[in-house]
């Protein structure tokens, strides 16, 4: 194996300082705040000498976000991991618990994350066309961490999924497309469970982030388990809590 120059060292570092600096930006000011030229000034360098790392704002902004959806991934893996194969229903809940965590613990990344176009985030319609392959990626690395736990309960004790002729034509192909992504062989139904518990996961974990349940609840964490049980109980799993 070939071990990096002392020239590539140093790019790779100042690479990293680059987005440390972005994200803790992001954190302290908010994504408006996350500029080249802020950084620069950041790191005492010149605006165009960081353009030598990331050709533009957008540029900068997929490796952020890279970065992040890699962190979020190995908290999800770690939780899931630390329990075992056998145990489904704790494990699907410490993987739910692990994106809760990191989302509430991460207010400002998660927005940047899942932001719409609108709000200048990862999905920001410019970059549509340069994310598209690392979007597909990433669907191959984050997908898995929740639909393997569902699918080897399944494979152990099969659960009742719709069948594909009760799902509408538009749905069942996109469906089919989805756990093409996934390179998994398993029936449309059980990708449609997948899907709609990533919903009701995803909707109620940024609900939370954003503040959209404070009219209601002042502690979400009740709801949350409650959630939690009612998805379990979908996919026929015995409901035990992760243990420390």
Known sequence: MTLPTRRERVRAATVDEIKTT??????????????LRAIARQMGMTAPALYRYFPSHEALLEGLCGDLGDELVGE????????????????????????????????????LMFASA??????????????????REAARRFGPVFFDIIVEHWRRS???VPEPDSLSPELRGQLERFTGVLHLPVPVGLA???????????????LEVFGHLDFALTDVEPLFQAEMAALAAQLG??????TD
Do not use: K, N
């Not at 329990?83 to 927005?111: I, N």
């Not at 449609?192 to 940024?206: K, N, P």
């Open 118 to 135: 609108r709000q200048g985030g990862c999905a920001d319609a410019g970059l549509a066309d340069r994310m598209g392959q690392r979007d």
């Open 237 to 242: 799993l015995p409901l035990h809590q992760p």
């Open 76 to 111: 999800l893996v770690r939780a899931r991991d630390a329990l075992p194969a056998e145990q489904a229903a704790a494990r699907l809940v410490a993987t739910c618990q692990a994106f809760r965590g990191w989302a509430t613990g991460h207010p400002a990344e998660f927005t």
């Open 22 to 35: 972005a994200r803790r930006l992001l954190v302290e000011q908010g994504p408006a705040a996350i500029s």
């Open 158 to 160: 099969p659960f009742p």
């Open 192 to 206: 449609y469970v997948f899907v709609s518990g990533w919903v009701r996961l995803y909707g109620m974990v940024a």
